[in-house]
Nanobody, 116 residues
Framework: QVQLVESGGGLVQAGGSLRLSCLAS????????MHWYRQAPGKQRELILAPRTDATQNTAESVSGRFTVSIDNARNTMYLQMNRLKPEDTGVYYC??????????WGQGTQVTVSS
């Protein structure tokens, strides 16, 4: 059974940093098919980062230059390093995985709150 578990959220002041983790289990993961999403209060969930095995990443403009994704294959974990956080980065952050059979899996989310 595929499971994704996010951790690392919390309350931080604007300008600060947080690192989120997504621990994956239950299958052999293709990290090309893993993504970070964010859902801000009152808004739809949006894709913000998708890692690629060639070390590039697809990044939403709103987080470009501030957020980076990395992968630890040995730990089956994807990380989201968030720097220079802004109040508009507040929201629930989700890890997502789509397998080759088009099944989609989501973690439970982790809350990030950035105070001004």
């Amino acid at each position: 059974q595929v499971q994704l578990v996010e951790s690392g959220g919390g309350l931080v002041q604007a300008g600060g940093s947080l690192r989120l983790s997504c621990l994956a289990s239950g299958t052999t993961f293709n990290f090309n098919a893993m993504h970070w999403y964010r859902q801000a209060p009152g808004k739809q969930r949006e894709l913000i980062l998708a890692p690629r095995t060639d070390a590039t990443q697809n990044t939403a403009e709103s987080v470009s230059g501030r957020f980076t994704v990395s992968i630890d294959n040995a730990r089956n974990t994807m990380y989201l390093q968030m720097n220079r956080l802004k109040p508009e980065d507040t929201g629930v952050y989700y890890c997502h995985y789509g397998d080759r059979d088009l099944n989609e899996y989501w973690g439970q989310g982790t809350q990030v709150t950035v105070s001004s």
